[in-house]
């Protein structure tokens, strides 16, 4: 199954750190804006099998990418999570 959420990146002193604006407390950050981007879709990978081993999973609603506030120098990028389940996954 693939899940899509948009990650916010602002560039710092070390590199960029970005946040998930649907995934609580859900970061990433790297030395490069692409390894930012591959640290969260880590980081995202982890929340969301996490959520998922839940008894009762509740993933948010994904937000439109035109609703999150940018300033300027802001990078917001959709993170792609794909995650196979197999059988028996919910058991």
Not at 5 to 20: D, L, R, S
Not at 45 to 57: G, K, T
Not at 71 to 89: D, K, P, Q
Request: charged share 30%.
């Amino acid at each position: 199954m693939k899940f899509i959420y948009p990650a916010v990146f602002h560039k710092t002193e070390h590199g960029y750190k970005g946040y998930f604006p649907d995934l609580e407390c859900c970061e990433a950050e790297g030395e490069t804006l692409d390894e930012a981007v591959e640290n969260a879709n880590a980081a995202a990978l982890d929340w969301i099998q996490v959520e998922l081993e839940e008894e009762d999973p509740k993933l948010p609603p994904v937000s439109d990418i035109s609703d999150i506030p940018a300033e300027e120098g802001t990078v917001i990028r959709n993170i792609s999570v794909n995650i196979r389940f197999y059988e028996g996954w919910d058991e």
